[in-house]
């Protein structure tokens, strides 16, 4: 019998996956744990809040372009699953490489980050209301799609 993993587990390796930089893994785990550390200090579940920060952060939809008789159309696509997880995943960590939080502290950005997001406070939150608000206006050509 096959053993199910739980997905903060897996929501663990692919946010380990997003900060690796140049094949350096143990640095990156290094930082994640240093953010649990964080989330406890808080006293916050780590595996619940970052479960539902990055639930909070998936966007359903993205634009595209299409090209149709020599124009170029924006036209809406639904995302799968696992494309979700992985826009949110990396739109959290975009905020921890902005130029004001370069000389703070990495593991702390990151921390509070991720509680702004559980919370439904977060400017990640925010990009993806603004995407939505493009999708709406670009939605008259969702027929351009296939």
């Given at each position: 019998m096959v053993e199910r993993i739980p997905k903060y587990i897996l929501l663990e390796q692919k946010i380990i996956g997003q900060l690796i930089k140049s094949g350096k893994k143990i640095r990156a785990e290094k930082l994640l744990k240093e953010v649990f550390f964080f989330l406890i200090q808080k006293k916050v579940s780590p595996a619940k809040t970052l479960f539902v920060a990055v639930?909070?952060?998936?966007?359903?939809?993205?634009?595209?372009?299409?090209?149709r008789k020599?124009?170029?159309?924006?036209?809406?696509?639904?995302?799968?699953?696992?494309?979700q997880i992985q826009i949110a995943i990396k739109s959290i960590l975009k905020v921890m490489k902005n130029k004001e939080n370069?000389?703070?502290?990495?593991?702390?950005?990151?921390?509070?980050?991720?509680?702004?997001?559980?919370?439904?406070?977060?400017?990640?939150?925010?990009?993806v209301q603004d995407s939505y608000k493009q999708i709406l206006q670009n939605r008259i050509y969702k027929h351009y799609r296939w």
């Open positions: 639930f909070n952060c998936m966007p359903l939809l993205h634009l595209r372009r299409v090209r020599r124009k170029t159309f924006f036209v809406p696509f639904p995302l799968s699953s696992s494309t370069r000389r703070k502290n990495k593991s702390k950005v990151l921390c509070e980050e991720i509680i702004r997001a559980s919370n439904g406070q977060s400017q990640t939150i925010q990009n």
